[in-house]
């Protein structure tokens, strides 16, 4: 079947090809050039994707890539173009095309998003857009945005889109379309990330001030993206100013961060740097020894938690058709304790630790091949990490009727995994009506499933032990290339087809597979678009997960030859326009799941560590459907959206619920948003938020019965009167109550003659709604069963201090 397959994927990209050329000979009857850059920010010199160049007497139009690449051909001629990115100036240029011209724009920012002009000609307006299902926040609104502890969090603004959801109060998991975590592609300049979260998964582990630009895909995936089934999650990092040096540094109630960037070599190399660090340790510490110190027992606790991340970014301008890029990201979590208590002549001491980190570097390189080639070579490495341990000792001063001794025991749990990836993309441009992209990918997985470490010592009278048990590491090689083709097939019609071929090799088994992606948009006479999509997607990594917090527990695990991959297939329709500054858009999606993953009941990371944790698990199937609704105004000095999503999402396991199908634990079938940002003045402006959400499925202990069996047992007497049994129901039936919360920000900027600062003071949970965060089965007064929901998150004041130089 594989030589088949190959010829399809063959006969595809021919057909496209031919499509293009067709296409070409027919625009050679009039002689035509092509003009091509870069579009920059004057101040700077970042790159700005997805800025745009527009020949409106032509109606032909093309936009910058991921690295600010432009490429537009059109005919022998004089001609004017309207250059243009949202939050800068537009300019217009009278362009002599007689050859093929090389041209960088460079635009100029500072002027304010509600001073940019939107003319009819916008080429970037959501109804001239193939592709949908994908969004933007802009980075300067996220940081305006109201923040928990006035930590500004990415992750948690677009949990604020529609067909975006959060795992629960406070934490920065992401669920879109009824997917689960790890159905998220997350990359960081091009790099996937396995673990996004810190604190538990209360913030992301993205720094705002590192950041340029994060866009969200939840469906119609062009060809060139695959390996999850739900989100393609693009983040780019700052390459660096090239012009002069600047700084920025925040500091919050939970954490500092400073960020510097600068030229090494003016208009040539750059650099960016940026760290961040929480105190909760300087400032908890004092407090629980202060404790100790009052307290009766001779007791010590030294307890530690801590985060940190680290961003780094050299961008080397080696000529006018080469740029190179390195760029690095280091983040780690680390929480635990150490207690010692002494009685007497002897001393106990337990010794807890759990931490969790992620490393990432990139090197890529760009090359222009010519005014319509654009090609972009990375090799990366990533790695995620995992360790938990607990260590007791206990110390036996010798006396004069005891001797001396010392009885130790330590297990050490380590699960991970690590990435070396190879990629190389290309753009190509044949003429105004084609965009053609091609590549191909290539990763190397080293994973650790988890394994644990166990050594006791009991002194020299016993020997010691030393083992390990749990799954052995596992070796996977997995690559893809694509094609697609982005046609202007006429003034109403324009379509973006493509192919993804992906191979896994692992344990000797190949799991193939071929992924058509089609998309669509065909203009009304009024001016509205009409929009449709249909995406397949494979994925060959999982995520074992309680369905809970977002904790490091969760385990990575690769499809082996055992465990088949995940597939999906994903259909969306809907219509978009653009109503004066207002965009409109209404999507209908339905997303079918088969090969979805999941712990047996009663099964997780901690039973059976001596078993393979494929012998813990079980596939099963999946469906999510539903409709989106977004009113967005990106301009004016009053800005913001209203989203709602109304959605169903449900599972299927042959050994769970009976085989039944039951709702998907995130499962909401309302979510609603309201987003408001207001410029009050130069120098004042705020924001707020408010959210709502059906309550989370979960199951419950639906009946208690007494068993006959005896409930303790002595020598002297048994005691038959039986234990409690409680009987849970069937799975998910139960709901939280309804999730809602306001939230306000209010912004204060003083301009220096050298410097800004920044006053951010907000309020998380304006009006103190305890919304759950878990549930319990109890017992009334009464004798009654109730459902007692806890929470943890009632409203939270906070400031932050932030300063520009």
């Known amino acids: 079947m594989r030589p088949i397959k190959v010829s399809i994927a063959i006969s595809f990209c021919s057909f496209s090809l031919f499509l293009a050329t067709a296409s070409h000979a027919q625009g050679t009857q009039v002689k035509n050039h092509t003009i091509s850059g870069y579009i920059a920010d004057a101040s700077n010199g970042e790159q700005l994707l997805g800025a745009t160049v527009w020949c409106g007497e032509l109606s032909s139009g093309a936009g910058t890539n991921a690295y600010g690449f432009y490429s537009l051909t059109l005919p022998e001629g004089t001609h004017e173009v309207l250059v243009s990115y949202i939050g800068f100036t537009p300019q217009r240029f009278e362009i002599i095309l007689e050859k093929n011209l090389k041209i960088n724009f460079d635009l100029i920012a500072g002027v304010s998003i509600s001073e940019a002009v939107v003319t009819g000609e916008a080429f970037s307006r959501i109804e001239d857009q193939v592709q949908m299902s994908k969004m933007e926040i802009p980075i300067d609104q996220i940081k305006r945005l109201p923040a928990i502890g006035g930590e500004v969090d990415l992750l948690k603004s677009l949990q604020l889109l529609p067909g975006v959801q959060s795992g629960g109060e406070g934490t920065s998991g992401l669920y879109v379309r009824g997917g689960s975590p790890d159905q998220n592609l997350m990359l960081l300049d091009g790099v996937p990330l396995y673990s996004v979260s810190h604190l538990f998964g209360f913030f992301s582990v993205f720094n705002a001030d590192a950041v340029r630009n994060m866009t969200i895909t939840k469906g119609g995936y062009p060809a060139r993206f695959g390996g999850r089934l739900s989100s393609i999650i693009d983040i780019s990092m700052k390459d660096g100013n090239m012009k002069k040096f600047q700084g920025t540094s925040t500091i919050s109630i939970l954490s500092s961060k400073l960020t510097l960037e600068g030229p090494i070599i003016k208009d040539k190399v750059s650099f960016m740097i940026s ?15 202060s404790f100790d110190n009052n307290s009766a027992n001779d007791v010590s606790t030294d307890p530690r938690y801590y985060f940190y991340d680290f961003n780094g970014k050299i961008n080397w301008r080696i000529g006018d058709r080469d740029r190179v890029y390195f760029s690095m990201f280091n983040g780690k979590d680390d929480f635990g304790f150490n207690s010692t208590e002494t009685v007497g002549p002897t001393s106990s001491t337990i010794d807890f630790g759990l931490d969790w980190k992620n490393a990432v570097t990139a090197l890529r390189w760009n090359h222009e091949w010519g005014p319509r080639m654009f090609s972009n070579l990375m090799v990366t490495r990533s790695e995620y990490a995992f360790n938990t341990g607990i260590q007791f000792s206990e110390t036996i001063e010798a006396s004069n009727t005891t001797e001396a001794f010392d009885a130790q025991f330590a297990s050490i749990y380590r699960s991970g995994i690590e990435d070396y990836t190879a990629r190389m993309d290309f753009d190509f441009a044949p003429n105004a009506n084609h965009m053609i992209r091609f590549g191909a990918h290539q990763t190397r997985h080293h994973f650790n499933p988890g394994a644990t470490t166990l050594q006791l010592n009991f002194g020299d009278e016993f020997p010691p032990i030393d083992t390990i048990l749990g799954s052995p590491i596992v070796f996977s090689n997995d690559g893809f290339a694509y094609f697609e ?9 324009k379509v973006n087809i493509g192919l993804h071929g992906s191979a896994l090799r692992v344990q000797g088994e190949w799991y193939t ?11 009304l006479p009024s001016g509205m678009a009409l929009k449709g999509s249909f995406a397949s997607m494979v994925q060959y990594v999982n995520l074992l997960t309680n369905e809970g917090l977002a904790l490091p527990t969760d385990l990575w695990v690769p499809s082996t030859a055992n465990i088949e991959p995940q597939r999906s297939w994903q259909a969306a329709a809907g219509v978009a326009q653009t109503f004066g500054e207002i965009e409109f858009s209404l999507e209908a999606y339905y997303k079918d799941m088969q090969g979805l993953l999941s712990y047996r009941e009663g099964a997780s990371f901690t039973s059976g560590l001596n078993e393979n944790w494929e012998d813990q698990v079980t596939q099963g199937e999946g469906n999510s459907y539903g409709a989106e609704f977004l009113l967005q105004k990106k301009n004016g000095k009053t800005t913001g959206w209203i989203g709602y999503t109304l959605s169903w999402s449900n599972r299927r396991f042959d050994e769970i619920n009976s085989g039944n199908w039951f709702p998907y634990t995130y499962d ?7 987003v408001v940002m207001h410029r009050l003045s130069d120098r004042w402006d705020i924001s707020a938020t408010w959210v709502y959400g059906t309550g989370r499925a979960l199951t419950l202990p639906e009946s208690v019965f007494r068993t006959f069996l005896p409930a303790s047992f002595t020598m002297d007497e048994t005691n038959f009167s039986g234990a409690n049994i409680e009987v ?8 939280t109550s309804p999730y809602h919360r306001a939230d306000i920000s209010l912004t204060s900027t003083k301009e220096k003659a050298r410097y800004s600062r920044s006053w951010i003071f907000s309020i998380y949970n304006v009006y103190n709604n305890l919304n759950p965060f878990f549930s319990l089965v109890d017992t009334n007064d009464d004798g009654q069963r109730v459902i007692r929901e806890y929470g943890i998150f009632p409203i939270i004041p906070s400031v932050a201090w932030r300063v520009e130089f």
């Open 275 to 289: 760290g961040r660090r929480t105190y909760l340790d300087l400032l908890l510490n004092p407090i629980i020894q």
């Open 485 to 493: 083709d982005e046609i202007q097939w006429s003034d109403k019609l």
């Open 513 to 523: 597979s071929l992924q058509p992606r089609l998309a669509m948009n065909y203009r």
């Open 668 to 674: 909401r079938r309302h979510d609603a948003s309201i």
């Open 728 to 735: 849970p129901s069937a799975k998910n039936t139960y709901r």
